[in-house]
C-alpha cells in the first residue's frame, strides 16, 4: 500500500514532481545497509549513495503529461532501524518494494505521507515551494505516528521532501510501535491540474459523514485519513457531485473540500470584507498553500481575514443576502479550486463564480505562480534547489559514492 505526495527531485529539467512513500520490510533488508560514519540519529546528504538505473525510460510528451501519471527512472530510499538508526541514503534505479504479510502498514495503516512540488521556472532554475513548511508538517506526523524523526534540513539538502513509515517484523497481532521504517521518495513531471484552466466544481455537502473529530488525527499527513474517504467521493459522484465539502458538529461547521482546505470570501454581518477559513484545532490539515493565501492576504491589507469557525447556515445566509462573493478550495495538487454548487439537505446552493481575472482566487492562482516560476525575483517562498544545496555545510557536501 502506497502514500502519495508531491515531492520534488533534480533530475533533468524537472517540472511539477510527483513523490510517494511507503514501508517495506524485505525490501529494507535487500536494499538498504547500515554503514560506519554515519550519525545514527540522522541521514546525511554527504553520505547519499548513487546508483545509476542501466535503462531509462522514454521522456513523456511534456505538452500531454496527466497529473499524477508519471514517474523518474530513480527514486530515493533511506531505512531506520530501532537498533542502528537512519541507515545511508541512497538514490538506484525505481522498483518495487516487497512487503512482509505482517507488516504494520497493511494492518494498521502505520505511515505517513507529504506532498509538495518543484517547478521548473522561466528562468530555466528548479524551485521547490516552502519546502520547509512541509518538513516541519511531515515531522508533526511522525510523532503522531510513532515513526522515527529526521532532520528537515538534510532532507532538503538530498533534493526533496522524505516521508517514512514503519513496517512491522513481528506477528501482526502486536500492535507496539514500529522498530524498522522505510523512508523513501518517488518523483516525475505532472502536467497542470486544470489543462484548460480553473474549473468551479459542485459539492456534496452531507452531514452524515464526516471526515474528522476532535481528539483525531484529522490534521496529519496520514493514508488513514483518506482511504475512508474515497467512498463517499463516489457517493458524491452518483449525485453529480466532484467533490465532498466535510462537515462537522450538529451546527454543519465547513472543514475541508476534498483534500483540499476551504476558504470563503464573503461580505460579513459587520459590512466588512472577509476572507474566512476553518481553524487548525485538530480538525483539518494545516495546508502550506492554505497558510500561503492567509500569509498573502494579511500582506495585502485590503480586508479582514478570519480563521474561525463557519457553518453552512452561515453559507446559506450570505448566498440569500448576496453577500457571497466566492468559495473555494485550496492545496497543493491544484492551489485553487473554485466551487460553483453545494448541494447540501437535498438542495442545490448556486455559489456565485467570479470572473478568473476578477477573482480573488484568480489573484491567489496568478501571484503563486510568479513566485514559484521565478517571475519574483528572490521570493523566501521560491527555494532554488542549487542554493539550497550551497547551504550545506562544506564537510558535508555530497561526495556522491557512484556505482
Known amino acids: 500500500m502506497q502514500a502519495l505526495r508531491k515531492a520534488s527531485f533534480r533530475s533533468d529539467k524537472l517540472q511539477p514532481v510527483l513523490v510517494q512513500l511507503t514501508d517495506g520490510r524485505s525490501y529494507a533488508s535487500a536494499a538498504t545497509h547500515f554503514s560506519g560514519g554515519s550519525d545514527p540519529r540522522h541521514f546525511k546528504h554527504q553520505d547519499l549513495e548513487l546508483h545509476s538505473s542501466k535503462k ?164 496529519y499527513k496520514m493514508g488513514s485519513n483518506y482511504a475512508p474517504t474515497i467512498h463517499v467521493q463516489k457517493e458524491a459522484e452518483k449525485q453529480g457531485c466532484q467533490q465532498v465539502l466535510w462537515l462537522h458538529g450538529d451546527d454543519h461547521q465547513v472543514t475541508e473540500v476534498g483534500t483540499m482546505n476551504v476558504m470563503v470570501f464573503w461580505i460579513n454581518e459587520n459590512g466588512e470584507k472577509e476572507l474566512v477559513t476553518a481553524p487548525l484545532d485538530g480538525l483539518i490539515l494545516p495546508g502550506v498553500t492554505r497558510n500561503s493565501l492567509l500569509a498573502l492576504s494579511r500582506e495585502w491589507g485590503e480586508f479582514k481575514v478570519s480563521e474561525r469557525n463557519f457553518t453552512m447556515g452561515d453559507i446559506e445566509k450570505a448566498v440569500e443576502q448576496k453577500r457571497l462573493i466566492e468559495f473555494f478550495g485550496c492545496g497543493t495538487a491544484c492551489v485553487v479550486c473554485p466551487v460553483h454548487n453545494i448541494l447540501y439537505a437535498g438542495r442545490n446552493i448556486k455559489i456565485p463564480v467570479p470572473n478568473e481575472k476578477a477573482s480573488l482566487s484568480g489573484r491567489f492562482l496568478r501571484t503563486l505562480n510568479d513566485i514559484t516560476y521565478g517571475r519574483v525575483r528572490g521570493h523566501p517562498w521560491a527555494v532554488d534547489i542549487d542554493e539550497l544545496i550551497a547551504t550545506v555545510p562544506v564537510s558535508e557536501r555530497i561526495a556522491v559514492k557512484s556505482r
Open 56 to 219: 531509462l525510460q522514454k521522456k513523456p510528451d511534456f505538452g500531454k503529461l496527466i497529473f499524477g501519471r508519471h514517474f523518474s527512472d530513480h527514486m530515493l530510499d533511506v531505512a531506520w532501524s530501532e537498533s542502528h538508526g537512519w541507515g545511508v541514503p541512497r538514490i538506484g534505479p525505481i522498483r518495487n518494494i516487497e512487503l512482509h504479510p505482517a507488516a504494520k502498514v497493511l494492518h494498521y495503516a502505520l505511515e505517513l505521507f507529504e506532498g509538495m512540488k518543484a517547478y521548473y521556472g522561466d528562468d530555466g532554475k528548479v524551485r521547490l515551494f516552502r519546502p520547509d513548511q512541509n518538513m516541519e508538517r511531515m515531522q508533526t506526523s511522525a510523532k503522531r505516528t510513532s515513526l522515527p524523526d529526521f532532520d528537515g534540513k538534510r532532507a532538503h539538502a538530498l533534493h526533496r521532501s522524505a516521508h517514512r513509515r514503519g513496517p512491522q517484523l513481528g506477528p501482526a497481532e502486536s500492535r507496539q510501535q514500529p522498530y524498522e521504517a522505510l523512508l523513501y521518495v518517488i518523483t516525475g513531471p505532472v502536467g497542470p491540474y486544470f489543462p484548460t484552466g480553473l474549473k468551479p466544481v459542485s459539492l456534496l455537502a452531507d452531514p452524515q459523514h464526516v471526515r474528522s473529530w476532535p481528539g483525531g488525527a484529522g490534521a
